[in-house]
């Protein structure tokens, strides 16, 4: 039974599909999966209607997720259907005891990526198994259950459920899973023990070189593989490791006048980053550093300050020594037509901050949740430090500390905005 929840702007509890043309088979996996999860949680609607307010929030989240182009298809798939998407909002009350719509927002995400996507994937394989005579006992080992589980709850996953695309994108992945064999296990289990990559997508980079080295080797079975393991780890790490030799966007277009040698290699699709990571370091660090240039830009007018500084010098009124400030100075002079405009600064900081009066292009998606995250964490800090210092003098002898709970959930929630909204050329663009 549908829902008729509807605001007064006609907005109602729907989302949108991904598309329409949607495979039968991807049809019928989430028909077995939304019967799963009504019958885990048949009191949904009415624990909607007890909750006051909570109806209109999870109108207000689908309105955000119907608007958002970072939702991954298969999950917008689950979260279209009435039984799916209410079943996860009670849960969201429940066990994260979500306060606003950010954070109800973000929880239903978090969750639909857990059982329901588990319970769609495993129907959805079990159906192209049969209709493709696969046996699935043929995958008869701890580690090949292991890596055919893992591989089909990647969040980036590349099977499409569009019609006609399904089986053969599924097939190409289970090809490349019996393809690779027990080799993913064993590099795993090698870098978990001897890796200390910082970033999780140089970690992915290295894992992928690791075993496709070991494919060319032909180093299928366990006493071939760790033999190899070292060595291909080291050859992996050079490969894969960054230069720093120019980290300057705009040098990086123009040339340095030196030629280079020519990188054959691509990205695969399975290596590719998705707009939407649980956490994503590198964008949350960037957007930091774009909220610094802001208020160096807003409030202290440093991008004025060394336009005024190169016309005074140009004009002769300035004199600056040569040296570093002066060859610093000329490169910016030199460069200014090829970096961002104060135009297109303000878009960036409208954009991914939602700061600023800057205007954005119409397919542009707004960061409308930061400001709300910021105060929420702001407050909570603010609170959390005064029930600090008030508890300090009562609880100094027994020890009994704040529950920091809250601020962790809000810490995260912040975390998780900004790796969905620092994407794209932001990157280059804060460089």
């Known amino acids: 039974m549908a829902l008729n929840y509807t605001s007064n702007n006609g907005q109602s509890l729907k989302l949108n599909k991904p598309f329409e043309d949607i495979d039968q088979i991807a049809v019928e ?4 999966t939304e019967k799963e999860i009504e019958a885990e949680h048949p009191n949904s609607r009415d624990f909607i209607n007890k909750h006051r307010g909570l109806t209109s929030d ?10 958002s182009i970072a939702l991954e298809s298969i999950n917008r798939f689950l979260l279209s259907r009435d039984a799916i998407y209410v079943a996860i909002i009670q849960l969201a009350k429940e066990e994260d005891n979500v306060a606003d719509v950010a954070s109800l927002r973000t929880s239903v995400l978090n969750k639909v990526a857990n059982r329901p996507r588990r319970k769609f994937l495993a129907y959805l394989a079990a159906d192209i198994f049969k209709k493709k005579l696969i046996c699935i006992t043929q995958i008869n080992t701890e580690s090949k259950q292991k890596q055919l589980r893992d591989l089909l709850l990647t969040e980036n996953i590349p099977i499409s459920i569009k019609e006609g695309e ?6 190409k992945l289970f090809e490349g899973f019996l393809r690779e064999g027990d080799i993913p296990f064993y590099v795993d289990d090698y870098l978990n023990q001897y890796d200390i990559s910082n970033s999780a997508s140089a970690r992915r980079r290295i894992r992928q070189e690791m075993i496709e080295e070991l494919i060319e080797l032909n180093a299928f079975n366990e006493e071939s593989i760790k033999q190899h393991l070292p060595t291909v780890y080291n050859e992996a790490k050079k ?3 960054p230069s720093h030799t120019n980290n300057d966007p705009v040098k990086s277009v123009l040339g340095g ?14 290596e590719a980053e998705h707009e939407y990571q ?8 960037a957007a930091g550093m774009l909220d610094y240039i802001y208020y160096f830009d807003r409030y202290f007018h440093a991008f004025d300050v060394a336009n005024l500084l190169i016309m005074k010098w140009a004009g002769g009124t300035l004199n600056i020594p040569e040296g570093e400030t002066a060859g610093k100075l000329y490169g910016f002079h030199k460069l200014r037509d090829n970096r961002n405009s104060p135009e297109e600064r303000a878009m960036l900081y409208k954009r991914v901050l939602n700061k600023g009066e800057g205007q954005v292009l119409q397919n542009m998606v707004v960061n409308e949740a ?6 929420q964490l702001m407050s909570e800090m603010l609170q959390y430090i005064q029930k600090s210092e008030s508890k300090s003098h009562l609880d100094s002898l027994n020890n009994n500390g704040i529950s920091r709970t809250r601020l962790y959930q809000l810490t995260r929630n912040l975390q998780q905005n900004l790796t969905e909204h620092m994407t794209g050329m932001a990157h280059l663009q804060v460089q």
């Open 29 to 32: 996996a989430l028909n077995k």
């Open 239 to 241: 490969l894969t490791k």
């Open 370 to 375: 930061f400001p709300i995250y910021w105060e």
């Open 278 to 285: 649980e956490i994503v370091k590198e964008n949350i660090k």
């Open 58 to 67: 999870a109108i207000q989240v689908v309105d955000l997720l119907n608007r």
């Open 257 to 270: 006048g030196r030629s280079s040698k020519l990188n054959l290699s691509v990205n695969r699709f399975d």
């Open 166 to 171: 399904l089986i053969p994108s599924f097939m």
